[in-house]
């Protein structure tokens, strides 16, 4: 979908072109015959799955209400409530940690039993310094639901889609007053559980993990505590989608607020990338494909199929919603719980509504001078929720669907480096992911260095690859008449329905 371009920088940039030194059609004819739009074509949309399609449409905002609402009558879900011996009854942060995990068990018992149900309970310590916002050992519980991928040599391979459900009002250390957390982030726990339930109908190669975490008010505790986890436990986490206010924001008189629109934010460079490799990745111009990037333009890729322009008869599900791009690790001076999964060496993003209001966020509900402060149920954009949970089930269902990335995606070079022609081509090798299925095919992406997304494809197959060995061992190569100096690259896995994996971009090797 395209996004309109203001009217004062559409005439700059028209005043730019009248007064350019070169003739517009000599610069067209310099287009026309670059290297890097010699071969390929433009990249096209994923073609619509209708397993995944039928699955999208379960997703309703009347379904996003009831989990809101539900949540939000639990009147106030500081993480600090765990610790309070005497709250009503049906209220407080450990009441909604079990009824999320009753919604996780309702939804198991509807596809049979298929999720492995978990409540991760530990204790956190106090922090330390004056700003310290847990400051007695305090009681945390995770939530969340695995539903196990159907191939052995994949289901390894997991997927995870959080939000948190803890909340809070203009005192971290309120835990009596209302904080109802409609938007944050009661709508990203809806997420996850909207997908846990239109996607437990189905069945992926890869395993799906559906999340809710506490304590991320008090400083990303719970998804800290899953991370390490994961990591500890050896867990093959290939993508982490974290919904962080993701409620579309309703206020009356809110010209600003785009309900077409959905920020994906993304860490440049890894964030347990070490000293050397970080001066490796600047050195090759790879600032902008971290794998947690490249799982954002995953999502692109995806929405330009299911969510990311108006309903035609090859596009019956899409909702008119779509990601953009947010080169950065999170909003300015503020992160979320992505980062947690990103320090342990994980892709992750954050996706979030358009523009914030701050008077529905972290705020006593109160009304003050005619306006009302409060993050209330009214503000939330139910359908804007549902749409954002398709575009998260969708990823989920398209990722666990296609083979694993390659590996060993490389530039081979000579030992001696050699100044010919022949640097005026790329070759680029690559090997098949682990257990990726004997169909398994790849295309060959690339995009001008100055470019935020993939922009022309090209299968291997048209691209003349050369496959050395076989099954897990083969080696594939293409040479492509097209500099590297002006192109990133990027190599997809795809099987024969046409999922596609992130891509991964070759790293020079002699």
């Known amino acids: 979908m395209k996004r309109r371009v203001p009217f004062c920088v559409a005439v ?14 000599a610069v067209s004819a310099d287009a026309a015959h670059r290297d890097l739009d010699a071969i390929g074509a433009p990249i096209q949309p994923m073609p619509v799955d209708p397993r995944i399609a039928h699955a999208l449409q379960s997703i ?25 011996q005497d709250l009503p009854p049906g209220t407080g942060v450990s009441a909604a940690a079990d009824w999320i995990y009753g919604q996780f068990q309702a939804i198991s018992a509807q596809c049979g039993g298929c999720l492995e149900v978990h409540r991760d309970t530990f204790t956190q310590a106090p922090g ?40 809070r009002n203009s005192s971290n250390f309120n835990t009596t007053d209302p904080a109802p957390g409609a938007n944050d982030d009661a709508s990203g726990t809806a997420v996850s559980l909207e997908c846990a339930r239109a996607l437990s109908k189905l069945r992926f190669p890869a395993t799906l993990v559906f999340v809710a975490v506490a304590g991320e008010e008090q400083g990303l505790y719970g998804s800290r505590h899953l991370a ?14 974290n919904n962080d206010i993701v409620g579309g924001n309703r206020t009356p008189g809110d010209q600003f607020q785009d309900e077409h629109a959905v920020r994906v934010f993304s860490e440049p460079v890894p964030a347990d990338a070490t000293p050397q490799q970080i001066r490796r990745i600047l050195m090759v111009g ?36 779509e990601p953009v791009l947010e080169f950065r690790l999170d909003r300015f001076l503020r992160g979320g719980d992505h980062f947690s999964f990103n320090q342990e060496g994980f892709a992750a993003v954050r996706i979030s509504e358009w523009r914030e209001d701050f008077n529905h966020q972290h705020q006593n509900v109160r009304v003050e001078d005619g306006v009302q402060y409060g993050d209330l149920l009214k503000f939330v954009d139910l359908n804007y929720v549902a749409r954002v949970a398709r575009l998260n089930a969708a990823t989920l269902a398209v990722l666990a669907d296609a083979p694993p990335e390659p590996v060993h995606v490389i530039y081979p070079f000579p030992k001696v480096f050699v100044f010919n022609n022949s640097l005026n081509n790329t070759t680029i090798q690559w090997q098949p992911g682990l257990g990726a299925p004997a169909d398994t095919r790849y295309e060959v992406v690339w995009r001008p260095t100055a470019a935020p997304n993939w922009t022309r494809a090209i299968s291997a197959e048209k691209a003349g690859v050369k496959v050395t060995g076989q099954g897990q061992d083969a080696t594939y190569s293409v040479t492509l008449p097209i500099s590297k100096d002006n192109v990133i ?9 046409g999922h596609r994996s992130p891509a991964v971009v070759p790293w020079p090797s002699r």
């Open 12 to 25: 700059l940039v028209s005043a730019f072109a009248c007064i350019s030194a070169r003739p517009a059609s």
């Open 60 to 84: 309703s905002p009347a379904q996003v209400h009831q989990i809101i609402a539900t949540l939000v009558s639990f009147r106030n879900r500081s993480t600090l409530s765990s610790m309070v």
């Open 128 to 167: 330390t310094g004056p700003h310290a916002r847990i400051t007695e050992p305090t009681t945390l519980t995770d939530v969340y639901a695995v539903l196990r991928g159907t191939d052995p040599r994949q289901s390894a391979r997991m997927l995870l889609v959080t939000g948190h459900y803890d909340s």
């Open 228 to 241: 390490q986890e994961a990591k500890q436990q050896g867990w093959q986490l290939e993508g982490v989608l």
């Open 286 to 321: 790879y600032d902008s494909d971290s794998p947690s990037r490249e799982l954002a333009r995953a999502i692109t890729e995806t929405a330009r199929t299911y969510t990311g322009a108006p309903a035609t008869s090859s596009r019956p599900i899409a909702s008119g919603l």
């Open 489 to 497: 690259f990027g190599v997809m896995a795809t099987d024969p329905e």
